[in-house]
């Protein structure tokens, strides 16, 4: 009984450890260039450190596949370009969620990732950065204090093929409409 105390004392410090993941790397490319005129970026962040050591897989449904955008680090961000329009986000860890967009040209939006507690593990979360909310008006303060990495292609091509079965369960549950999404609007881009 006593060493379950102790382990449960020592659990949220665990939990609040940064770590970084092997398929990210460090990026020395900001302030990256604005979008071109037919294409939209999305930053993911997560500034908090709770469940620190899992690093979310954020990908994009795509026709016939999904695709890897990066990993949400705690206490990192991360920058996905891709064509304007209608786009689908989603993570897992414990459970899933996803994110509904439509980006508009020329705009960059973004996205906070977080986890909350789980049963086994953290589970993902995404709360996007709408125009005029709180969130928003906090957004460049809150963004200086995160290290930028992006997704080191030469080593993702592995994770990605690996992870591809759970991305089409995801992409399923998602068609399916099991779990309901959060938005992104042409209007909440910069």
Same mark, same amino acid.
């Given at each position: 009984?006593?060493?379950? *105390? ?9 939990? %609040? ?11 020395? *490319? ?51 370009? %891709? ?29 906070? %990732?977080?986890? $909350? ?26 963004? $200086? ?9 030469? $080593? ?10 759970? *991305? ?23």
């Amino acid at each position: 009984m006593r060493l379950a *105390a102790a382990l449960l004392l020592l659990l949220p410090l665990g939990a %609040c450890t940064h770590f970084e993941n092997a398929y990210m790397r460090d990026t020395t *490319a900001s302030p990256s260039p604005a979008p071109k005129d037919d294409e939209a970026v999305v930053v993911i962040f997560r500034p908090s450190t709770f469940g620190g050591n899992t690093q979310f897989p954020i990908f994009e449904v795509l026709k016939e596949e999904a695709n890897l955008m990066g990993f949400a680090e705690s206490g990192s961000y991360f920058e996905y370009r %891709c064509p304007a329009g209608r786009h689908t986000f989603f993570t897992w860890g414990e459970g899933y969620c996803y994110i509904e967009a439509e980006l508009a040209p020329k705009k960059t939006y973004y996205v906070r %990732c977080f986890a $909350k507690f789980g049963f086994i593990s953290p589970r993902p979360r995404f709360d996007p950065v709408n125009a005029g909310s709180e969130e928003w008006k906090k957004l460049d303060e809150e963004l $200086k204090g995160l290290k930028f990495r992006e997704l080191d292609p030469v $080593k993702s091509a592995a994770i990605e093929e690996s992870q591809e079965e759970k *991305a089409t369960k995801m992409k399923s549950a998602i068609a399916e409409g099991r779990k309901a999404p959060t938005y992104l609007k042409p209007d909440d881009g910069r």
